[in-house]
């Protein structure tokens, strides 16, 4: 070895790179090659098999043809008089910009008030939030539709009644802006828990010497969150912030449960219109087309949230 590294050769050594990393592999293979057959069979082949759907018209009849139609379905898409693709595309990203940085406040406001010295009983607290995370998207829901019913019998009404704040009652599914806030308080309160226990965690790393310095410096409760808190929690922060703009671009049983894409369509997000389309108008090629085109959005913001976000130095 140290003759070829005088002769200035380096193929020993690529091959012997070479060797450690194949034994390495080979090391390895026996218990990750369940979890590659798992990726290609349940992920990679019903991803081709959809791009193929796309450009196909699909008939569910077994026995018939399915012709190759070329771009047709994704013309049909934008072609759509109704424009009920744009309309979801807008509230997919409506969705994002609306949910996650409520969700991401709520869950550091919860989990450090729940992290003070006076607030007894932790345990308790995390569990309870984390609870609706655990519970059934459909006993939510149906939670919600009692919440949020029609008339004076509903919760919110009859309690908005009696407040005096409204003066006749809201049918809160029969107007846009009335259902996406059912949409909206439906998904926060089911998955603010878990960036409450992230945060309730990740607090729990910061040292106390950091708040101890403060508090000898004269800071106030506000400055200490704002200049000690907020900059150690930023690794987590960057964390939380992905997954939760990934789960707002993944609405589906917040809407479907809710309110079914109504009114007249004007609540639909991407995945619940590939839904309809595909299992109620049995439109399978342009459901298919929607969905390499929301692959390709979804693939488009995740490389930019790795670059971007994923790449910052954190300290």
Do not use: C
Not at 131 to 142: C, E, K, R
Not at 300 to 307: I, K, L, N, R
Request: aromatic share 16%.
């Amino acid at each position: 070895m140290a003759q070829s590294l005088l002769s200035g050769n380096p193929k020993p050594m690529k091959k012997t790179r070479l060797r450690i990393g194949l034994k390495q592999w080979l090391t390895v293979l026996p218990f990750v090659t369940v979890g590659i057959v798992g990726v290609l069979v349940f992920v990679v082949y019903p991803m081709i098999q959809n791009i193929k759907l796309s450009f196909q018209e699909f008939n569910i009849l077994p026995g018939t043809q399915s012709p190759w139609i070329g771009w047709e379905n994704y013309k049909s898409v934008f072609e759509d008089p109704n424009d009920k693709f744009m309309i979801a595309l807008k509230n997919t990203f409506l969705n994002v910009l609306v949910t996650v940085p409520i969700n991401w406040f709520l869950a550091v406001v919860f989990a450090v008030v729940i992290n003070t010295r006076f607030v007894k009983m932790k345990v308790t607290f995390r569990t309870l939030y984390y609870l609706p995370i655990v519970t059934s998207w459909i006993v939510v829901a149906l939670l919600f539709k009692y919440l949020f019913a029609d008339g004076a019998g509903g919760f919110v009404n009859y309690s908005l009644l009696q407040l005096g704040i409204l003066s006749e009652p809201i049918a809160w599914k029969s107007h846009y802006w009335s259902a996406m806030i059912m949409i909206w308080l439906f998904h926060i309160w089911k998955t603010v828990g878990w960036g409450v226990v992230i945060y309730m965690a990740a607090l729990q790393g910061i040292p106390r010497d950091l708040y101890e310095a403060a508090d000898i410096d004269g800071a106030s409760p506000v400055s200490k969150f704002l200049r000690v808190t907020l900059p150690m929690l930023r690794p987590i922060t960057l964390f939380v912030l992905i997954n939760l703009i990934n789960g707002a671009f993944g609405f589906f049983p917040q809407v479907y449960f809710i309110t079914a894409g109504g009114p007249m369509n004007q609540t639909q997000v991407i995945p619940s219109l590939i839904y309809m389309e595909a299992f109620k108008h049995f439109h399978f090629g342009e459901a298919a087309a929607m969905g390499v085109m929301m692959g390709l959005l979804v693939f488009a913001v995740t490389f930019y949230q790795m670059t971007k976000i994923g790449k910052q130095r954190l300290f």
